[in-house]
């Protein structure tokens, strides 16, 4: 049977994250993440509902993540739900919790409050919580610790006939007639 184990989550950071290295050296960054909610009852009132996650960044995105992010700032997380237990060793009870284990993760902005904005790296910032950030320059380095790869240009447009035997050339072409 086929499945699937894939979270997407936008919200802002609940404390600083944390960085710590396993015994066999790889870098692990602990974040809490906090989702807000807004929505109106039956009864018309404003209702405010907040979501806490922790999540587990790994390796060279785990200290990307130390090094520019603070408590407060947006971030984007892509990942899969891992869900772990264990035994108190206090009471001995069982013990279970629900977390995410980021793929990706990435700024979108400097904290909304308390200032940090110098700490963010310019190709990090964005204008507005809105998700929108510049593109990174070549020597920019993303939130995965690699150089970005930059697209390749669109295709040019055909001057050739066609299987139909028409000729399309770019004056044809109008920007009104793409799709997106």
């Not at 009852?41 to 587990?56: P, Y």
């Not at 971030?75 to 009870?93: I, K, P």
Request: charged share 25%.
């Amino acid at each position: 049977m086929a499945s699937l184990n894939k979270v997407l989550l936008m919200g802002n950071l609940t404390r600083d994250p944390e960085l710590r290295y396993t015994q066999g050296g790889a870098a692990v960054c602990a974040l809490g993440l906090a989702m807000n909610r807004r929505f109106t009852t039956a009864r018309g009132e404003d209702k405010d509902e907040t979501c806490f996650v922790d999540i587990d960044v790994w390796g060279k995105q785990a200290e990307s993540c130390h090094n520019y992010l603070r408590k407060g700032a947006p971030v984007f997380v892509e990942g899969r739900l891992r869900f772990d237990q264990w035994e108190d060793r206090e009471t001995g009870r069982k013990r279970s919790r629900l977390t995410v284990t980021a793929i990706n993760v990435q700024f979108l902005g400097s904290p909304s409050r308390g200032g940090g904005s110098n700490d963010v790296p310019e190709e990090y910032r964005a204008d507005s919580f809105s998700g929108a950030k510049p593109a990174p320059t070549d020597s920019a380095v993303s939130a995965k610790g690699e150089n970005p790869v930059k697209p390749p240009p669109f295709p040019p447009v055909p001057t050739s006939p066609t299987s139909t035997g028409d000729v399309k050339t770019a004056e044809d072409e109008s920007l009104d007639d793409i799709p997106f």
